[in-house]
C-alpha cells in the first residue's frame, strides 16, 4: 500500500497563516475551497477562507438558476482582499477553468497585487491551486499551470500535491486538486484531495519557517 511521502511533517512550533481565495460561480469550486480550508485548520494553521467577487452581470446570474442560488447561499462569505495575500505564509487559490485559463473574476483579482509585489509581500509564501471543469479534457491542468504563471512573478514556492498521498493515485492530478462538474457535486475523493493539498502546503510552509529559524 502506498504510503505518504512526508508524514510527521507537521510537527512544528509556530502557526502557519493560510489563506483559501477561490472564485466559484455554482459551488463547485466553493465546495473543494471549504474542504481546503479544513485541511489546513487540520494541520494546525489559522485558516482565512475568502471568496472573489462576483462581477457577473445579474442577467448573466439570473439565466442560471444554480448560480443565483450559489450567489445566495454564499452572500455572507468575507470577500478577498490584499490584507489577506499579505496576513498569508500560505495562500490556495481555486477557480474553475475557463477556455483552460482560471476564471477573469480571479484573475482581475491577481492583477491589483502591483502594490503587494512591488513590496516584495508576496515573496517566499507557499502557493498552491486547485480547479474544477465541466468535462474531464476541460483545461484543468492548462488553468493550474496558469496560475503558477502568476507565482512565479511573485517569487513564491510552489507547492504541488504531487504523487505524495495514496489519495493522489485515486484523484489522478499531481498538479492541484480538480473536479469533473459533469460527475456531480464534489465527492469523498476529491474533497479528501483538497485536504490533502492544503495540509501539505501548510507543511511545508511550516517546514520552511522552521529553517529560517
Do not use: C
Not at 6 to 26: C, P
Not at 97 to 126: D, H, I, Y
Not at 144 to 153: I, K, R
Amino acid at each position: 500500500m502506498r504510503t505518504s511521502h512526508y508524514d510527521g511533517l507537521s510537527r512544528r512550533t509556530g502557526m502557519v497563516n493560510a489563506t483559501i481565495i477561490y472564485y466559484s460561480a455554482t459551488g463547485t469550486v466553493h465546495a473543494l475551497a471549504q474542504a481546503a480550508a479544513e485541511g489546513a485548520e487540520k494541520a494546525g494553521a489559522d485558516v482565512r477562507l475568502r471568496k472573489i467577487a462576483e462581477t457577473a452581470t445579474p442577467e448573466a446570474i439570473q439565466a442560471r438558476p444554480e448560480w443565483a442560488k450559489h450567489v445566495e447561499n454564499t452572500a455572507d462569505m468575507p470577500v478577498a482582499h490584499l490584507d489577506d495575500l499579505a496576513w498569508a505564509d500560505v495562500v490556495l487559490f481555486g477557480t474553475p477553468t475557463r477556455f483552460g485559463n482560471p476564471a477573469s473574476q480571479l484573475r482581475a483579482f491577481m492583477e491589483t497585487t502591483n502594490v503587494l509585489w512591488f513590496q516584495g509581500k508576496l515573496a517566499n509564501k507557499v502557493y498552491s491551486g486547485f480547479t474544477a471543469s465541466n468535462t474531464p479534457h476541460g483545461g484543468q491542468e492548462s488553468t493550474l499551470l496558469a496560475l503558477a504563471n502568476t507565482f512565479y512573478h511573485w517569487g513564491g514556492v510552489i507547492v504541488p500535491p504531487g504523487y505524495t498521498d495514496p489519495i493522489q493515485f485515486q484523484s489522478g492530478n499531481p498538479y492541484g486538486t480538480s473536479h469533473v462538474v459533469a460527475d456531480g457535486p464534489p465527492g469523498e475523493v476529491s474533497l479528501q484531495a483538497a485536504r490533502y493539498q492544503a495540509r501539505r502546503a501548510v507543511d511545508i510552509a511550516a517546514a520552511l519557517e522552521k529553517g529560517n529559524k
